[in-house]
């Protein structure tokens, strides 16, 4: 029910922000800056620029910190995914989910696997184990799960699937550096999981990725797989790329490492402020983590459902970024939207993964937000929203923004 034109909430207050409020600042520890810089001395005076000692030393730190047998470092959680599947010699389908980030499904297209999409849960946003038995054939090669926004899924089901029909099964942990399940990090599960250190994770190493895994076989190929498929003998023992990280990345991911899980509990307290001021209203609701299960909140997921909360979302969005608040909306469109993937086998209608791209934003949560700011911009959703109740939409906001958010 439009108002006229002339009767709409057009009066503009100044933004709650002066200055831009991004979606994420890059973690980077605080004043790292010098030990670094006599790093990255040390790198040029010695001439080996790439996977030498620092690698390595990052390799063993990660294993350590997780957990886990064997860390292979790579250039990025994309080339990881990729080498993983090409060490796994997979064939056929893979079941992953169309409500995750376009890189998941890349890895499988380039190894000429086909995906096979399928739904998540509405309240974990994780993929559904029971979608995930729905959609076994006799094709079926592996599953890719992703720990979405960092919320783990649901290993111990999904591991047990896998088990049962003889099924590669390979984690995108993209986003799962500092959460943890039962207390312990991530790293473990399936046949590997792979992290990203990209500008957006958790950890930054400016680009970069590390597959962990307990599979020591594998480690091995994937050490050759990295540097092409070569071994030492000029003769490729498999189908590999130039996936190598820098020793450079290697000094970044290794001073962010140890205190990741102290930067998740940061992001947890900002995401109780966004979760106290909105949680009881009505359309608006939030990713369930499971009991026992911590989230690294990556990214914090608010589902506002335009017919009940009484906005749209994509209205609430352009209106903080009049703010100076920049959001985002993952995954919107899911894979089963977006062209390399619209033909791929899907299994049910999605409704979950349709319901929650339809309705999810995601507002900054980075650990030096501070919980002031975060509960500032949970308030302000609810005034935007209240703006509109008493005086419709304003003239600026004439369409929807188009779909789909531009990065990552
Ligand atoms: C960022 C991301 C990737 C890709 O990581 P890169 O290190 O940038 O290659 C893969 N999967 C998910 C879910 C991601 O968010």
Same mark, same amino acid.
């Given at each position: 029910?439009?108002?006229?034109?002339?009767?709409?909430?057009?009066?503009?207050?100044?933004?709650?922000?002066?200055?831009?409020?991004?979606?994420?600042? @890059?973690?980077?520890?605080?004043?790292? !800056?010098?030990?670094?810089?006599?790093? %990255?001395?040390?790198?040029?005076?010695?001439?080996?620029?790439?996977?030498?000692?620092?690698?390595?030393?990052?390799?063993?730190?990660?294993?350590?910190?997780? =957990?886990?047998?064997?860390?292979?470092?790579?250039?990025?959680?994309? +080339?990881?995914?990729?080498? $993983?599947?090409?060490?796994?010699?997979?064939?056929?389908?893979?079941?992953?989910?169309? %409500?995750?980030?376009?890189?998941?499904?890349?890895?499988?297209?380039?190894?000429?696997?086909?995906?096979?999409?399928?739904?998540?849960?509405?309240?974990?946003?994780?993929?559904?184990?029971?979608?995930?038995?729905?959609?076994?054939?006799?094709?079926?090669?592996?599953?890719?799960?992703?720990?979405?926004?960092?919320?783990?899924?649901?290993? !111990?089901?999904?591991?047990?699937?896998?088990?049962?029909?003889?099924?590669?099964?390979?984690?995108?942990?993209?986003?799962?550096?500092? +959460?943890?399940? *039962?207390?312990?990090?991530?790293?473990?599960?399936?046949? +590997?999981?792979?992290?990203?250190?990209?500008?957006?994770?958790?950890?930054?190493?400016?680009?970069?990725?590390?597959?962990?895994?307990?599979?020591?076989?594998?480690?091995?190929?994937?050490?050759?797989?990295?540097?092409?498929?070569?071994?030492?003998?000029?003769?490729?023992?498999?189908?590999?790329?130039?996936?190598?990280?820098?020793? %450079?990345? !290697?000094?970044?991911?290794?001073? =962010?490492?140890?205190?990741?899980?102290?930067?998740?509990?940061?992001?947890?307290?900002?995401?109780?402020?966004?979760?106290?001021?909105?949680?009881?209203?009505?359309?608006?609701?939030?990713?369930?983590?499971?009991?026992?299960?911590?989230?690294?909140?990556?990214?914090?997921?608010?589902?506002?459902?335009?017919?009940?909360?009484?906005?749209?979302?994509?209205? $609430?969005?352009?209106?903080?970024?009049?703010?100076?608040?920049?959001?985002?909306?993952? %995954?919107?469109? @899911?894979?089963?939207?977006?062209?390399?993937?619209?033909?791929?086998?899907?299994?049910?209608?999605?409704?979950?993964?349709?319901?929650?791209?339809?309705?999810?934003?995601?507002? @900054?949560?980075?650990?030096?937000?501070? *919980?002031?700011? +975060?509960?500032?911009?949970?308030?302000?959703?609810?005034?935007?929203?209240?703006?509109?109740?008493?005086?419709?939409? @304003?003239?600026?906001?004439?369409?929807?923004?188009?779909?789909?958010?531009?990065?990552?």
């Amino acid at each position: 029910m439009a108002l006229p034109i002339d009767e709409r909430n057009d009066q503009d207050g100044p933004p709650l922000f002066d200055a831009l409020v991004p979606l994420v600042r @890059p973690e980077l520890p605080a004043g790292i !800056a010098p030990s670094c810089s006599d790093a %990255f001395s040390q790198i040029l005076a010695s001439g080996q620029l790439t996977n030498g000692e620092h690698v390595r030393r990052l390799e063993e730190l990660a294993a350590e910190h997780l =957990g886990v047998r064997e860390c292979v470092a790579v250039s990025s959680c994309t +080339a990881g995914l990729l080498l $993983v599947l090409r060490c796994l010699d997979l064939e056929g389908e893979v079941i992953l989910p169309s %409500f995750t980030f376009f890189a998941t499904g890349h890895a499988a297209l380039w190894n000429g696997l086909e995906p096979v999409l399928v739904d998540c849960e509405r309240d974990t946003f994780n993929i559904d184990p029971q979608q995930v038995r729905e959609a076994i054939s006799g094709r079926t090669a592996a599953i890719i799960a992703v720990h979405v926004y960092g919320n783990p899924a649901a290993a !111990a089901e999904l591991e047990a699937i896998a088990a049962e029909h003889g099924l590669r099964l390979v984690f995108d942990a993209a986003h799962g550096l500092g +959460a943890s399940v *039962e207390g312990g990090p991530l790293g473990g599960l399936g046949d +590997a999981e792979v992290f990203s250190l990209s500008p957006t994770k958790m950890v930054v190493a400016g680009e970069g990725g590390l597959v962990t895994t307990n599979d020591v076989a594998l480690a091995a190929r994937l050490r050759l797989a990295r540097n092409y498929g070569d071994g030492g003998t000029y003769d490729c023992e498999v189908l590999g790329l130039n996936a190598r990280m820098t020793e %450079f990345q !290697a000094v970044l991911g290794a001073a =962010g490492l140890p205190d990741v899980e102290q930067r998740s509990a940061d992001r947890e307290r900002n995401v109780e402020a966004y979760v106290s001021v909105l949680g009881e209203q009505p359309g608006v609701a939030f990713q369930r983590v499971r009991p026992g299960h911590s989230s690294s909140r990556k990214d914090l997921g608010i589902l506002l459902d335009e017919e009940e909360f009484g906005v749209s979302r994509d209205f $609430v969005c352009a209106a903080l970024e009049r703010d100076n608040v920049q959001t985002r909306r993952y %995954f919107d469109p @899911p894979l089963h939207r977006q062209r390399l993937y619209r033909d791929c086998r899907r299994v049910g209608d999605l409704r979950n993964t349709e319901w929650i791209s339809a309705r999810v934003l995601n507002p @900054p949560v980075y650990t030096r937000l501070g *919980e002031q700011r +975060a509960g500032q911009i949970a308030e302000r959703i609810l005034s935007i929203r209240d703006g509109v109740r008493a005086g419709g939409y @304003p003239s600026w906001w004439t369409a929807p923004m188009p779909a789909g958010p531009p990065g990552r």
